[in-house]
């Protein structure tokens, strides 16, 4: 087995060592073939997680292996890797491409960045999601378009994605205004009316031993110093599946979380473009108003 691999990136000799490691060994899917996976969601995966402070989650003996998370960057870092502070943790910022090929060298395969930026403690998104109790939830799509509709209903539009594990989650990006306590307000009444209105398939209970087979719509995640899986993320599963948002038409077909994955990714995002990127913001703030007016 070879031990190492030198791969110029934008100037920079980075070293891949064990290249032909398996990390997903019922894909043979290596670590080399891995880190070019990685490059080309660069595109996609570095805007959804910059400006803001990640948490990776590594497997350095594949998804079947023990895994840690690492909020500190680790020693020795590269010169150009971007950190930044907070609290006593020295995060590591994703802002280029030399520094997600380094990351993937460290068998990286999760990427949880914070809900809230570097530069602004006010949340630039909102987000709902969604998450099944039973491994394999064939409700989860019919779950994600009655969230999806009550939602329009109020004249809120969201972005849904896979989780990339067995969940969706449902993204609203923000113009400034609301404050994290007044989305977690709304989201909770949000919660409660789905749970009202469909008893058998939803549940805000937290203890999952509560929640039977119900999904459970996680509100309350949703809040400053907090991470969620970044769009775009890979996640450990044993069939190498990833984040991935979605058309509310491709939602309404009911595909699987496993449908999206490293093999095929590019080739959809070839086609789709970076629709995170191209969702555009909303002013939440005078229907939150409203509804906590009436709440008095």
Not at 2 to 16: A, E, N, R, V, W
Not at 107 to 131: N, V
Request: aromatic residues 10%; glycine residues 6%; proline residues 9%.
């Amino acid at each position: 087995m070879s031990t190492g691999y030198m791969l110029p990136i934008d100037g920079h000799k980075i070293q891949i060592t064990n290249p032909q490691k398996l990390l997903w060994k019922e894909l043979q899917l290596t670590k080399l073939e891995y880190v070019k996976c990685l490059i080309e969601l660069a595109p996609f995966l570095i805007p959804a997680c910059n400006e803001r402070y990640l948490t990776t989650i590594r497997y350095p003996d594949g998804v079947h292996g023990e895994a840690f998370f690492q909020k500190n960057c680790p020693e020795p870092t590269p010169e150009y890797v971007t950190t930044a502070w907070q609290g006593d943790h020295r995060y590591i910022v994703l802002d280029k491409l030399p520094t997600l090929v380094w990351l993937g060298n460290l068998a990286c395969l999760e990427f949880h960045p914070s809900l809230e930026a570097l530069t602004s403690s006010q949340p630039l998104q909102w987000i709902i999601d969604l998450d099944p109790s039973i491994p394999d939830e064939p409700r989860i799509m019919d779950a994600a378009m009655k969230v999806g509709q009550l939602l329009r209903s109020l004249g809120i539009e969201s972005l849904p994605k896979t989780s990339g594990a067995t969940g969706v989650q449902l993204t609203v990006k923000l113009h400034p205004g609301p404050s994290w306590e007044e989305l977690k307000q709304f989201g909770r009444f949000i919660a409660q009316y789905l749970c009202e209105q469909h008893p058998e398939l939803f549940t805000i209970e937290r203890l999952k031993k509560d929640r039977g087979s119900r999904i459970y719509i996680d509100y309350a995640q949703h809040d400053i110093g907090r991470t969620i899986a970044a769009a775009y993320t890979p996640r450990a599963t044993p069939y190498a599946s990833l984040s991935m948002p979605l058309y509310w038409e491709e939602v309404a077909k009911k595909p699987k979380p496993r449908d999206f994955h490293l093999r095929n990714a590019a080739q959809r995002l070839e086609h789709t473009g970076d629709l995170l990127a191209s969702f555009p913001p909303q002013a939440l703030q005078p229907i939150i108003a409203s509804f906590l007016s009436a709440q008095r």
